[in-house]
């Protein structure tokens, strides 16, 4: 006889060969995990095909879901950086972290020695340290270490920003030459994001030009208030630039230690140059 007011588990004994409720249950979560993930993949492919402002019905009209499930998605992806949405219900696009991963898996020689030499340099400037690439002519961030009772600057790993504004932008855009500085000028509109910005044409190439000769570049709240950074690019004897290494500074920082901050982050861009040489993996 079974217990009155026993759970439904318990109140049947498994037949012959039926495997046990829990494990039942296990494998239902499993399954509505995996149906989970699996439309999470599709939704990123979808957004991927279609380009730009894809719009959330049409998502849900083709992976036969329901609006509310598909928002739910959505804001998954979102929160992790793999979509953005796009402002006045223009739908959404892919994210920084897409960027991230792609430049990851064709650049992994290069991502793997930017990592301990962001991680050093942060350590011995006192300052968030980054590691950062031209994305579709955007400076994209792929590194970021803040030392120990550093304060972090706003910054994080997929930030991605006007090359124009930001000093890692502007020392790889300068590290192209002449030719590439006049493509990069001429093919975007240099919109202020502060009083500061370098919005002027021939004052940016000017800019860039002298960049190139010393071989760092700053911004002092070109971009955004209270974002300061010194950037230097990664040496390349052949062919591309593979990226450059930065240091957050300050509005106030001195001659000094400008000086300073430029040393560390030269001798750390050298030594990404050195590991990428050095790699059998090179190519």
């Given at each position: 006889?079974?217990?009155?007011?026993?759970?439904?588990?318990?109140?049947?004994s498994p037949a012959a060969g039926e495997p046990p409720t829990g494990e039942l249950r296990g494998r239902l979560g499993q399954r509505t995990g995996y149906s989970s993930l699996r439309r999470l993949l599709?939704?990123?492919?979808?957004?991927?095909?279609?380009?730009?402002?894809?719009?959330?019905?049409?998502?849900?009209?083709?992976?036969?879901?329901?609006?509310?499930?598909?928002?739910?998605?959505?804001?998954?992806?979102?929160?992790?950086?793999?979509?953005?949405?796009?402002?006045?219900?223009?739908?959404?696009?892919?994210?920084?972290?897409?960027?991230?991963?792609?430049?990851?898996?064709?650049?992994?020689?290069?991502?793997?020695?930017?990592?301990?030499?962001?991680?050093?340099?942060?350590?011995?400037?006192?300052?968030?340290?980054?590691?950062?690439?031209?994305d579709h002519d955007e400076a994209l961030v792929t590194h970021v270490h803040t030392p120990p009772g550093g304060a972090p600057v706003g910054v994080v790993r997929g930030f991605s920003g006007a090359a124009?504004?930001?000093?890692?932008?502007?020392?790889?855009?300068?590290?192209?030459?002449?030719?590439?500085?006049?493509?990069?000028?001429?093919?975007?509109?240099?919109?202020?994001?502060?009083?500061?910005?370098?919005?002027?044409?021939?004052?940016?190439?000017?800019?860039?030009?002298?960049?190139?000769?010393?071989?760092?570049?700053?911004?002092?709240?070109?971009?955004?208030?209270?974002?300061?950074?010194?950037?230097?690019?990664?040496?390349?004897?052949?062919?591309?630039?593979?990226?450059?290494?930065?240091?957050?500074?300050?509005?106030?920082?001195?001659?000094?230690?400008?000086?300073?901050?430029?040393?560390?982050?030269?001798?750390?861009?050298?030594?990404?140059?050195?590991?990428?040489?050095?790699?059998?993996?090179?190519?």
């Open positions: 006889m079974h217990k009155q007011g026993a759970p439904p588990e318990e109140r049947r599709q939704i990123i492919d979808v957004v991927g095909r279609e380009g730009t402002a894809t719009g959330v019905r049409p998502l849900a009209d083709e992976l036969g879901i329901s609006l509310s499930t598909t928002y739910q998605l959505l804001g998954i992806l979102v929160d992790e950086g793999y979509l953005e949405k796009l402002p006045r219900h223009r739908g959404y696009r892919l994210g920084p972290t897409i960027a991230v991963l792609h430049d990851r898996r064709s650049r992994n020689v290069v991502d793997a020695a930017a990592s301990p030499a962001v991680r050093d340099m942060a350590h011995r400037a006192g300052r968030t340290a980054y590691f950062g690439v031209l124009y504004a930001l000093a890692l932008g502007k020392a790889l855009v300068a590290a192209g030459g002449a030719r590439e500085i006049a493509r990069y000028i001429d093919s975007h509109e240099l919109r202020p994001f502060t009083r500061r910005t370098i919005t002027d044409p021939v004052a940016l190439d000017a800019h860039l030009g002298e960049v190139r000769a010393r071989g760092y570049a700053t911004d002092f709240e070109e971009f955004a208030r209270n974002l300061c950074c010194v950037a230097v690019p990664v040496p390349a004897p052949e062919g591309r630039v593979p990226g450059a290494v930065a240091l957050s500074t300050t509005v106030g920082c001195s001659t000094a230690e400008l000086k300073g901050l430029v040393q560390i982050a030269r001798a750390s861009a050298e030594r990404i140059a050195a590991a990428v040489a050095a790699s059998p993996a090179r190519g």
